[in-house]
């Protein structure tokens, strides 16, 4: 990944499973066309609604977009990039928070006011109307405020928040001893649009601006009926277990680290995608 405003996707060469898993991602604007708020793909034939076919990028000969996206998170990952002086993009290690990634980059002689150090999520995902497993992807600020996990100072992203919410109250309802998996319920998200119809836009600073994708219901208000509507159902629900396992592997392959052989020391990495503790007294799991 060469630059991180391309209008179009192009697969990672460095990524194994570039090739492997198709890709939806969240394209907020492009250089040419402006805002656009909306989930993009060019790894299918065809759609179900309410995907509409695209023609937005000439290096795609068939691209769907849509400004709606239900989906069952199935594992995550995150990497960091440094976009170097000389224009280059560089992977460095995936384990790291913000600060922890500016200051890791600087003992490598980088200066951060002159590199971008940005991150990319993926979330697996079984995503509806899609009997395959699916890389849903975001960048910025974007994932961020959708699949950042939870700590003492913070409840989360959006995904998280809607997941912990819908398995608190599915335990609290259950029946049976049986744990309820966190990939039994569906989350949706949409585009944000404004009077006129148009997606709803957040300044990030030098004149860019970003659509953040709205997250549809409330974590603090959900009910038993909501479960029940968003509950996947008992097939849907095996199929979505049998993809859980399947991507372990994925979840645990972030991409290469560019910097590997100059690393300074540093601290030693959890396994990726491990189930990791609340930063309080809470002890639940992370849900994935």
């Not at 907020?28 to 609604?49: D, E, L, Q």
């Not at 392959?253 to 690393?263: I, K, T």
Request: charged residues 20%; proline residues 8%.
């Amino acid at each position: 990944m060469s630059d991180f405003t391309l209008p179009g996707y192009q697969p990672e060469t460095h990524a194994d499973d570039a090739e492997r898993y198709p890709l939806i991602y969240w394209l907020s604007s492009t250089k040419v066309g402006g805002v656009v708020g909306a989930w993009h793909t060019a790894s299918f034939a065809t759609m179900p609604a309410p995907w509409q076919q695209s023609d937005r990028f000439d290096n795609e000969e068939l691209a769907f977009e849509s400004r709606t996206l239900t989906f069952v998170p199935l594992r995550q990952r995150m990497q960091w990039y440094v976009s170097t002086p000389d224009g280059d993009t560089k992977a460095i290690p995936h384990y790291m928070e913000s600060a922890a990634a500016n200051a890791w980059v600087q003992k490598l002689g980088y200066q951060t006011h002159v590199t971008s150090v940005r991150s990319t999520t993926q979330v697996m995902a079984m995503v509806e109307g899609i009997d395959e497993p699916v890389i849903i992807q975001a960048k910025g600020m974007v994932a961020k405020g959708l699949f950042q996990r939870p700590t003492k100072r913070s409840p989360g992203g959006d995904v998280y928040r809607m997941v912990n919410a819908m398995l608190s109250v599915a335990n609290q309802t259950k029946k049976g001893a049986d744990p309820i998996p966190h990939f039994a319920f569906a989350v949706t998200l949409e585009t944000p649009l404004g009077a006129k119809g148009r997606p709803q836009t957040t300044e990030v600073g030098g004149g860019a601006v970003v659509v953040h994708p709205r997250l549809v219901g409330d974590p603090s208000a959900v009910t038993r009926e909501d479960l029940v509507k968003r509950f996947i159902g008992r097939e849907r629900l095996q199929l979505a277990h049998a993809m859980y396992l399947e991507c372990e592997e994925w979840s645990k392959a972030p991409a290469r680290n560019d910097f590997e052989a100059q690393a300074p020391q540093a601290s030693v990495a959890p396994p990726s995608n491990a189930p990791q503790a609340l930063e309080d007294d809470d002890d639940t799991p992370l849900p994935f």
